[in-house]
């Protein structure tokens, strides 16, 4: 087990730095960082010295492993539009998009588990076509477009609820929708085939046998079984979802680090959108990570592979 | 008994007789699971009639999608009391609506369809080699898919496409390179599960090279696969688009992207919703057929899979 952790732990710290250096190099893509920096009217000798003054002159790998040593000890240098640290404008946006990350991701397990149990209860049923009808809509639905709709019917037509802004939880349930709903049909899927796969064994018919509900054979018993590999979809999900709340968050302008990536890129602060790629990337990492090795400790076959 | 037999009436008995012992082809058996799979034949059909309006776009479309009216700004659709000059209406710089979602199909569909193949490319090569070579080649290629993985797609994109500035071309680019992780990991697994089989082994005893073995013998049966695979992906590319144009930092105005529509009516929701209902709707609609058909196209090809 030890093994399987050091391992894994060895390929993500890799996988880490090959990422910071996909990222750095985002900032090389336009040919002279220091000629876009100083925008089309500046002068040649403006440039030279942006291109002193931000260090562009030096090697491209010498700037890399500077960029990474400081981004270790959080230091991600200063936003070229705030004129502030960039560890501490992400570090303040952070705590909204956390918070939006969980809720979506309880959200969307709250909902696709229970309906996916119900879908594998009854194989082909109404409600099995209408949770796979609906996650193969839910995967068709532009999140933009959804979130738009949703504030024309509820903020707007209806009045129920705030249409953008951070001030109070009902900000976050518009959001949270959104978010969370692209997540539901894998877990949903997942779930389904799981029980489905588990309702089959042995140890259910025993179950069953021996005389238990059943309510009890399908939460005691099967849920328990097929909710492992779900909970590891849900830790690569929050990953993903987290990336995805750029969208989210500029639609319902709730300030959080996906809306200052998106203003961080239309501004051209390149060392924000780098550092917000980089963590963004890292929490993916970190996710992954820690269901590899929760997969591992609920299931001891996942170990050797 | 001979006599019967040259009887037409006996002989029309025989048939049906005959068939049941052959039993149906392996093809007429597919038509029948193709023909009997709703969801593939509302997804081909829709799909069909949007590739359709996308090429005939010049001859279907009313006006002129550039075309801007002051004196025709926001007219209503039809249905909302609008007249049949603009069957959906005009938006805030008054081009016909109608012609522009006729006109942004094409973009959906070029951008999907090229993504798509980009991307198709560059993950079928690395999820076979890796799936078929194994060892320190599947080492490498597992390692590049965890690190596209980690990086948050519509970040890199919108962060990319800025840099480089937007345009079709460029957005194009941006997922054909991004949108390969699914390919590589589907690829890889089909082709490790193939490559055991004895058709394989056969041809490596007769002495057939390594790119003989991987286009003829390999690619053929992972085939299906990559179909469902590039139908998945291609609507992956064209959300992927509407939200980058949306955000604005996609394909840029005044090109009719359905994205872009739903942005740009987007200042006036309040008032006039369907400037935004319409656009999406449209989309909804075309990524919906291209899941079913590949959800569809995979039920067909593994009925083994299906519940």
């Known amino acids: 087990m030890l093994q399987f952790i050091l391992k894994r732990l060895g390929l993500a710290i890799l996988v880490a730095i090959t990422v910071s250096f996909i990222s750095f190099s985002l900032l090389f893509l336009s040919g002279d960082p220091a000629a876009a920096l100083a925008g089309e009217t500046a002068s ?49 946006r952070l705590e909204v998009t956390m918070l939006l990350g969980v809720c979506g991701i309880s959200f969307a ?61 009902q900000n976050f349930v518009m959001p949270t929708i959104v978010l969370g709903y692209y997540a539901m049909p894998a877990i949903m899927r997942l779930t389904r085939a799981g029980m489905l796969e588990v309702l089959n064994s042995d140890y259910i018919r025993t179950a069953r046998a021996k005389g238990a509900s059943e309510v009890r054979v399908m939460f005691k018993h099967a849920l328990r079984n097929a909710i492992i590999p779900v909970v590891s979809l849900a830790a690569v999900q929050m990953g993903f979802m987290l990336g995805g709340s750029i969208v989210v968050e500029s639609i319902f302008a709730l300030h959080g680090a996906g809306y200052l990536a ?44 | 008994m001979t006599h019967a037999d040259s009887d037409p009436a006996n002989a029309i008995e025989i048939d049906p007789l005959l068939q049941e012992v052959m039993g149906p082809t392996p093809g007429q058996l ?3 699971r193709i023909v009997g799979h709703q969801g593939l034949v509302i997804g081909v059909v829709v799909l069909t009639i949007m590739v359709i309006i996308a090429i005939f776009a010049p001859l279907i479309a009313p006006h002129d999608p550039y075309a801007q009216s002051l004196m025709a700004r926001m007219k209503p659709p039809v249905f909302l009391g609008g007249t049949w000059e603009h069957p959906l209406g005009t938006d805030h710089l008054g081009r016909d609506y109608l012609s522009r979602l006729i006109y942004g199909a094409r973009v959906s569909l070029l951008i999907g369809v090229i993504a798509a193949t ?24 597992t390692f590049l898919i965890n690190v596209r993985l980690a990086m948050p797609v519509v970040l890199v994109a919108l962060a990319v496409v800025a840099i480089l500035g937007g345009s079709l071309t460029v957005v194009i680019a941006v997922l054909g390179l991004l949108l390969w992780d699914r390919f590589a990991v589907v690829m890889r697994a089909s082709t490790r599960q193939v490559r055991e089989r004895e058709y394989v082994a056969a041809a490596r005893a007769i002495g057939a090279s390594t790119p003989r073995i991987l286009l003829t013998e390999i ?5 299906n696969n990559l179909i469902v695979v590039v139908t998945l ?63 569809g196209l995979r039920d067909v090809t593994a009925p083994e899979n299906r519940s």
């Open chain 1, 262 to 305: 998106w203003e961080s890129i239309a501004r051209n602060d390149l060392p924000t959108v780098q550092a917000l790629i980089l963590i963004f990337s890292m929490f993916y990492i970190v996710f992954t990570f820690l269901a590899d090795v929760l997969n591992a400790w609920l299931d001891p076959r996942m170990r050797s592979s």
């Open chain 2, 118 to 141: 980009i991307s198709g490319v560059i993950g079928t090569a690395m999820g076979v080699a890796a799936g078929y070579f194994g060892g320190k080649v599947d080492a490498v290629v």
């Open chain 2, 233 to 295: 992906e291609m609507a992956h590319a064209i959300l992927l688009e509407a939200a980058l144009s949306f955000l604005g930092l996609g394909v840029q105005p005044p090109t009719p992207s359905w994205g872009l529509m739903v942005s740009e009516g987007k200042n006036m929701m309040l008032f006039e919703p369907w400037l935004v209902l319409i656009p999406g709707a449209v989309l909804f609609i075309l990524v919906l057929a291209i899941n079913l058909m590949g959800d």
């Open chain 1, 44 to 92: 040649g000798e403006d440039i030279e010295a942006l291109r002193r003054l931000y260090g562009f002159d030096r090697p491209m790998l010498v700037q890399y492993f500077d960029w990474l040593a400081s981004a270790l000890r959080g230091d991600f240098g200063e936003s070229y539009y705030f004129k502030l640290p960039v560890a501490g404008l992400i570090f303040d």
């Open chain 2, 219 to 223: 690619m053929p049966n992972i085939a």
């Open chain 1, 109 to 169: 397990l709250l909902v696709a588990v229970p309906l996916g149990v119900a879908a594998a209860m009854r194989p082909n049923s109404i409600i099995d076509r209408l949770a796979l009808f609906m996650s193969v809509a839910g995967q068709a639905l532009p999140s933009f477009w959804f979130g738009l709709i949703l504030i024309v019917v509820f903020a707007i037509k209806l009045g129920w609820l705030p249409p953008s802004g951070t001030t109070s939880w």
């Open chain 2, 30 to 32: 597919l038509r029948s």
